[in-house]
């Protein structure tokens, strides 16, 4: 009934991960390639984590 209450974890899942690439986008410009590889490696982390929570519904 109030389902539209409740917060959506892919939601803010999402989010964090445009976050993420966001940050690893600026690594990259800045030429700090080690923080690049580790913003990206944590970045797949949390798509992993999207997808398996799309896979559910």
Excluded: C, N
Aim: glycine share 2%.
């Amino acid at each position: 009934m109030f389902s539209f209450l409740k917060p959506d974890p892919v939601k803010k899942l999402r989010k964090s991960y445009d976050l993420i690439l966001e940050q690893a986008m600026q690594a990259q410009r800045k030429g700090d390639i080690k923080t690049y590889s580790l913003l990206t490696a944590e970045s797949e982390q949390v798509w992993a984590k999207i997808a398996a929570l799309e896979a559910v519904k």
